[in-house]
T-cell receptor, first 114, second 114 residues
Framework: KAGVTQTPRYLIKTRGQQVTLSCSPI?????VSWYQQTPGQGLQFLFE???????NKGNFPGRFSGRQFSNSRSEMNVSTLELGDSALYLC?????????????FGSGTRLTVV | AQTVTQSQPEMSVQEAETVTLSCTYD???????LFWYKQPPSRQMILVIR??????QNATENRFSVNFQKAAKSFSLKISDSQLGDAAMYFC???????????FGTGTSLTVIP
């Protein structure tokens, strides 16, 4: 059974550009969450999608957006990149998106903004 | 808002010995779930153990066990017979039963000394 797949693994972008990260959840999982991990702020929740609907959103500016497709694959987009957006972006999937089941995480996309 | 605190940024343990990682949390809710996740250099967050707040019995998974003190809002992880492969960042996390968001602590970096 394939795990959560995130692409690309590494990305270097220039300030002001935009970027799209992709996440393919475990087959059958309908919930996909995104987290930003930085040394200073730790792991912070970005948003969660379930059956193509955003159900929950963290405290991030509108430059951060996401979507989920009918096959449960998800993308997150960051527009007008800032140096502070450099981080590891982790995607996690869950069968129904309930906290008690826990989530399966991918290996993340390391974004560097220069 | 829920907060999770890990007061030990770094810990070390001799191979085959036992180590305990600390975690405290703050919540006004009576029902919730607690998790320990491990993040090795591969970056993928791996679920180590899960505890349901309504269960008084401490969760155990092979060499990993927790000491859950609900009144004290404490959730420590004990690793017995430590192995080199246990070296990683360990994150404590909180989730509501119907929630789809984790609240993570800042992590504890565990070094295993051969």
């Amino acid at each position: 059974k394939a795990g959560v797949t995130q692409t690309p693994r590494y990305l270097i972008k220039t300030r002001g550009q935009q970027v799209t990260l992709s996440c393919s959840p475990i087959s059958g999982h309908r919930s996909v969450s995104w987290y930003q991990q930085t040394p200073g702020q730790g792991l912070q929740f970005l948003f969660e999608y379930f059956s193509e609907t955003q159900r929950n959103k963290g405290n991030f500016p509108g430059r951060f957006s996401g979507r989920q497709f009918s096959n449960s694959r998800s993308e997150m987009n960051v527009s007008t990149l800032e140096l502070g957006d450099s981080a590891l972006y982790l995607c996690a999937s869950s069968l129904v998106g309930m906290g008690n089941y826990g989530y399966t995480f991918g290996s993340g996309t390391r974004l560097t903004v220069v | 808002a829920q907060t999770v605190t890990q007061s030990q940024p770094e810990m070390s343990v001799q191979e085959a010995e036992t180590v305990t990682l600390s975690c405290t949390y703050d919540t006004s809710e009576s029902d919730y779930y607690l998790f320990w996740y491990k993040q090795p250099p591969s970056r993928q967050m791996i679920l180590v153990i899960r505890q349901e707040a309504y269960k008084q019995q401490n969760a155990t998974e092979n060499r990993f066990s927790v000491n859950f003190q609900k009144a004290a809002k404490s959730f420590s992880l004990k690793i017995s017979d430590s192995q080199l492969g246990d070296a990683a960042m360990y994150f404590c996390a909180y989730s509501r039963p119907t929630g789809n968001q984790f609240y993570f602590g800042t992590g504890t970096s565990l070094t295993v000394i051969p």
